[in-house]
């Protein structure tokens, strides 16, 4: 969602100067090679990879940006005051700044020097699971990265070296739509339940997509705009509530250490055996 809120801004746009704070997110902000290979660069376009922002560089650099639990990017006036948690600025020819803002600091900013970025996406894609909106992304490609783990479904579809980009919110609400309890162990899912995930799941991404986002207390679009999913979520963050299909009420555990909701009557586990 952020990628589509910038992509009418940012290409064609050269960096005029690039400025970092001094507090490390995830790891140390590469100062060095941002200057070096970011800085007087023009950005050709954004590409996304999982819950990473690609800003591809005219010199073939890559600037990777992910936003972890609270990060935000937005485009301000480069003479407006910035935020406490500020923490990469880049200025830009038309006197905009696109700012990163995260106040927990659980994001990342990466540069993959041009000259080893096509090497550096290799091995990066090859590390990241399945692209739920790519065409290989079906109930029987799940079924076999499930192949030998028993591990609780939702956690399966919300691990990256698995699923690319699946999130809590979204995991909760794909398992409701595909009716599969978030415990249910994968080794235990038949054939036609894969392929009710892998239809459910995109189905969820792009309403979101369409929605602008799921909006939390601390999100925003990059266009400073809330998104509206919320309005649509069926089970997240909605114990006690009706069920939307059946009235039952939506009960809420936790699979990971993550909170997680589902309704008991419509995602019942089947009987093992």
Avoid at 28 to 55: N, V
Avoid at 143 to 171: C, E, W
Avoid at 192 to 204: D, K, M, N, R, S
Wanted: glycine share 10%; proline share 7%; with cysteine.
């Amino acid at each position: 969602m952020t990628r589509r809120g910038l992509l009418p801004h940012l290409p064609d746009r050269r960096v005029v100067r690039v400025r970092w704070g001094d507090k490390p997110l995830r790891f140390p902000i590469p100062g060095e090679l941002l200057e070096r290979e970011i800085s007087g660069q023009r950005i050709e376009t954004i590409d996304r990879r999982a819950k990473y922002l690609l800003l591809r560089m005219s010199n073939k650099a890559v600037l990777v940006i992910h936003l972890g639990m609270t990060g935000r990017l937005g485009l301000f006036p480069a003479a407006s005051p910035r935020e406490r948690h500020d923490h990469l600025r880049l200025l830009l020819d038309n006197d905009l700044e696109l700012r990163l803002n995260d106040s927990r600091r659980f994001g990342s900013v990466e540069v993959w020097p041009g000259k080893h970025a096509r090497e550096m996406e290799d091995d990066f894609s090859s590390s990241r699971g399945l692209e739920p909106l790519e065409r290989g992304f079906t109930g029987e490609a799940l079924a076999h990265l499930a192949t030998g783990r028993r591990q609780p479904v939702k956690n399966f579809l919300m691990d990256s070296r698995r699923v690319a980009g699946i999130g809590n919110i979204y995991a909760n609400e794909i398992l409701f739509a595909a009716r599969i309890h978030p415990a249910t162990p994968v080794n235990l899912l038949d054939p036609e339940q894969w392929e009710q995930i892998a239809g459910a799941t995109p189905e969820i991404l792009r309403a979101a997509i369409r929605a602008g986002g799921s909006t939390i207390s601390d999100f925003l679009g990059s266009s400073g705009k809330p998104g509206y999913f919320q309005l649509q979520l069926s089970v997240y963050d909605r114990a006690g509530d009706p069920c939307p299909h059946c009235r039952s009420p939506i009960e809420k555990t936790a699979l990971g250490g993550r909170a997680t909701w589902f309704c008991p009557s419509c995602q019942g586990m089947k009987p093992q055996g």
